[in-house]
């Protein structure tokens, strides 16, 4: 089994070269990996919609309580967010190493 991140990223190299065996345990190998990103993005997932839930409960106490929803600083990141969008930016770079991702 390849054990070195390096070298299942280099796993598609030269397919023709290599063992079943070899493509079995590379194959294996993505698919655990595969799993462990499903998870952590089911995790973040939850964690977000919590977050929301708690936001929108603090917005529906402000508006029952008289309090504006909307804030200037909400408009500066509304313009900021679609300031980034319109220039097909995104802030998160989506092949940085994954490291942190372990747990």
Known sequence: MVTDKHASE???LNLQERSVE???SLLD???AEEQ???YR???LHGKIDILRA???R???EDREAGKGVVTGGDIERLIEILANDLH???RFDVTADDDDWEE
Request: aromatic share 4%; proline share 0%.
């Open 10 to 12: 280099d796993g598609l």
């Open 88 to 90: 097909g930016v995104s």
């Open 54 to 56: 708690e936001l929108v």
């Open 41 to 43: 993005r089911r995790v």
């Open 58 to 60: 603090r917005l529906k």
């Open 22 to 24: 070899e493509l079995r």
């Open 29 to 31: 190998e993505l698919y």
């Open 36 to 38: 462990k990103v499903s």
